[in-house]
């Protein structure tokens, strides 16, 4: 099992900040480090306001030499897929090869009007959703020196030369690794079965990861793609602590209560949160994003993984 470090920012968090918990997740030998990209708080006040994710990453990529970097998800409202598209091979030509870029339709109305930003209906975002996932990927697997055009309904390019190229060009489509998740329960499989390289769940229980889980590996099997071509990853908010007045410390700065979270989140001691990592793995999940909402708690971190990372 691959522990990654997952962040929400908008909740309140620098550069700076976010740099050191990137950091010291490379050191102590976490996978990924990851960050949501939303431009406006859910709770709090959110100071001193929102970063932007690729404008971090590409930060990130330059200040970090090893640990993987991403985005758990990028919302396809956010930006023109010709331009994500350049973004995150230039981000990860920045990295050596360590980006992936996980994709969703975006959820978050309130952001998106104090942005300025288009919010379509559901419909129509996954239908942009879908074809920018067809779009980007293509983009990045055009043969240099060829001309890449598409026509969709959403959105049209005409003699583009497709560039730059990423590093990798290790995904299932070729270029970058893609993630898509969610709940959904025909078009969120069928699309991870076409796109994606990994299948990723937020914050849901046993029982649902294993009735999503076979959702998708029916969708990949209807077109003839092994589902174990796919990672498969689930995100859990962590609380860990050396006894209960740690996690209930820790629950406390983040505004839960323990006994909720050791329900719908990874907490409790580390040999509570090995047991459950464990029953995670044996429903097929390959990685647990770590979702890290204390950026200025690093011993959190340190004691994942002293205590937990070497059992899982």
Same mark, same amino acid.
Request: include cysteine; aromatic fraction near 8%.
């Given at each position: ?56 990453? !590409?930060?990130? @990529?330059? %200040? ?9 998800? $990028?919302? +396809?409202? /956010? ?113 991870? !079965?076409?796109? @994606?390289? %990994? ?9 649902? $990861?294993? +009735?999503? /889980? ?99």
């Amino acid at each position: 099992m691959e522990l990654r470090v997952f962040t929400e920012p908008q909740q309140g968090a620098t550069y700076d900040d976010l740099l050191a918990v990137a950091q010291e997740a490379e050191r102590l030998g976490f996978g990924a480090f990851f960050r949501s990209d939303h431009y406006l708080h859910m709770s709090g006040d959110g100071l001193p306001g929102s970063t932007d994710a690729w404008t971090t990453l !590409a930060g990130l @990529a330059r %200040e970090t030499s090893t640990i993987r970097l991403g985005t758990l998800m $990028t919302s +396809a409202t /956010f930006r023109h897929p010709g331009v994500l598209a350049i973004q995150v091979a230039q981000v990860d030509q920045m990295s050596g090869g360590r980006i992936e870029l996980g994709l969703g339709a975006g959820w978050f109305g309130q952001e998106h009007t104090a942005y300025g930003i288009p919010f379509p209906d559901t419909r129509e975002r996954f239908e942009r959703y879908a074809e920018q996932l067809d779009l980007i990927t293509r983009l990045w697997t055009t043969p240099v020196g060829e001309r890449f055009a598409f026509d969709g309904t959403h959105y049209q390019l005409a003699d583009s030369p497709a560039l730059p190229k990423s590093v990798q060009d290790g995904g299932h489509r070729g270029g970058v690794p893609v993630l898509v998740g969610g709940l959904g329960k025909k078009q969120t499989p069928a699309l991870a !079965a076409a796109y @994606a390289d %990994e299948f990723n769940l937020p914050f849901v229980d046993e029982e649902t $990861t294993a +009735a999503q /889980f076979a959702r998708v590996r029916r969708a990949a099997e209807d077109i003839g793609r092994d589902p174990a071509s796919l990672t498969w990853s689930n995100a859990l908010v962590l609380c860990v602590g050396e006894d209960e007045a740690a996690i209930a410390r820790r629950a406390a700065v983040i505004g839960r209560e323990v006994d909720e979270l050791r329900v719908n989140g990874l907490a409790g001691t580390p040999a509570e949160v090995v047991d459950k990592i464990k029953r995670y793995e044996a429903l097929g999940a390959q990685r647990i994003y770590l979702q890290t909402l204390d950026l200025a708690d690093l011993d959190h971190l340190r004691l994942v993984a002293a205590e937990v990372m070497p059992h899982v």
